[in-house]
Every structure is written in structure tokens, then in C-alpha cells.
């Protein structure tokens, strides 16, 4: 064979398990202070991998926010302010006794005029308690 990817003594990760969070509209229409100006016509997506030492729930719930933020910071490079709909999927791997943790985070980046709402947290992030 030409090419090794993976060094034969490495073991690969398995997947443990795998949580998705369809695409949900965060801020509601009837809202008065929120002006939408702009929407981005294609979706902004990041993957994040974090190396966990203690699997627990608040280290996946910290991983989603996390991947949140990251995304939020992408889409201001782009001169919008909030994320219109949003999605995740979370996905957690073993090797041996590491753990990793990757996050797919996907949001429809908005403009939006006037004072802004407080950030809702993201969404669903009880789907995370039935992982561990």
C-alpha cells in the first residue's frame, strides 16, 4: 500500500454515541425589538474536537457552547450580529480511556438593527442528558 494514514499500533476512535439537533428559528417574528436588515443566503458551519479527560454532562454542554461562540465570531467577520437558526450534532468517540468530542455547529447568520435580545442558550441542550 502507498499510503498509511494511521500508524498500525494506534487504535482508531469508535463513535459512543451521537446527538442532532435539526435546524431551529431562535428568535421569534412578532419580536419589537429586533429589526432584521440582512440574512446570510448560505448557512456558516464550523467542527470543533475537544480532548476530554472527564466525560461529563457539563463538559458536553460546555463543548456546544463553546462551538456556539466560535460560530458567532465567524459570522462577525461577515458584519452579522446573530444567528437566525441554528443546529448542532454532537458526537463523542473512545479510544482506550480518552474521549473526544466533536461538535457540528450550523447557523444562518442575521443582521439585526436596534437593541439585541439576550442571548437564548442553544438549542435542545437537554437532548444531552440522555447521553450519559
Known amino acids: 500500500m502507498l499510503f498509511k ?60 457552547v463553546f462551538s456556539r461562540q466560535q460560530l458567532i465570531q465567524e459570522i462577525e467577520k461577515k458584519d452579522f450580529n446573530i444567528l437566525m437558526l441554528e443546529s448542532w450534532r454532537l458526537t463523542i468517540f473512545r479510544r482506550g480511556k480518552s474521549h473526544r468530542v466533536e461538535v457540528q455547529y450550523a447557523g444562518k447568520g442575521a443582521q439585526a438593527l436596534g437593541k439585541l435580545p439576550h442571548l437564548p442558550p442553544p438549542p435542545f441542550m437537554d437532548v444531552l442528558h440522555e447521553v450519559l
Do not use: H
Open 5 to 64: 494514514f494511521r500508524r498500525q499500533w494506534e487504535a482508531p476512535w469508535e463513535v459512543v454515541d451521537s446527538r442532532t439537533v435539526s435546524p431551529v428559528c431562535m428568535y421569534i417574528d412578532d419580536e419589537d425589538t429586533l429589526d432584521i436588515v440582512a440574512v446570510s443566503d448560505t448557512d456558516t458551519r464550523g467542527t470543533y474536537v475537544f480532548d476530554v479527560k472527564n466525560l461529563n454532562r457539563t463538559a458536553l454542554r460546555n463543548a456546544v
